[in-house]
């Protein structure tokens, strides 16, 4: 049974940071191109970043550029996103994505993430 459990999020103030973690299982992790999204209320989902299987690559919205950084530990299963600088309208539910090919493509339940003073 394939499982992405996303945990870390929470409240934060303006300018604070947040680990997020997506833990991975059923499963080939090591296989499988790793992002992040997110979707905010009343709005479309939207690519945060990105990892290839490898590591080899990575990729970001232009608006996270600089102040989030997606990581994975193939030997944990687990995909991290560090955002730093967080903005009101980084408040948004995080989703992890996993996808190999066109026909695998999983996604897990989401976190949510409330930056606010």
């Known amino acids: 049974q394939v499982q992405l459990v996303e945990s870390g999020g929470g409240l934060v103030q303006p300018g604070g940071s947040l680990r997020l973690s997506c833990a991975a299982s059923?499963?080939?992790?090591?296989?499988?191109?790793m992002s992040w999204y997110r979707q905010a209320p009343g709005k479309e989902r939207e690519l945060v970043a990105g990892?290839?299987?490898?590591?080899?690559?990575?990729n970001y919205a232009d608006s996270m550029k600089g102040r989030f950084t997606i990581s994975r530990d193939n030997a944990k299963n687990t995909v991290y996103l560090q955002m730093n600088s967080l903005k009101p309208e980084d408040t948004a539910v995080y989703y992890c994505?996993?996808?190999?090919?066109?026909?695998?493509?999983?996604w897990g339940q989401g976190t949510q993430v409330t930056v606010s003073s």
């Open positions: 059923g499963f080939t992790f090591s296989s499988y191109a």
């Open positions: 990892i290839t299987s490898t590591c080899s690559s990575k």
């Open positions: 994505n996993a996808k190999q090919g066109w026909r695998y493509d999983y």
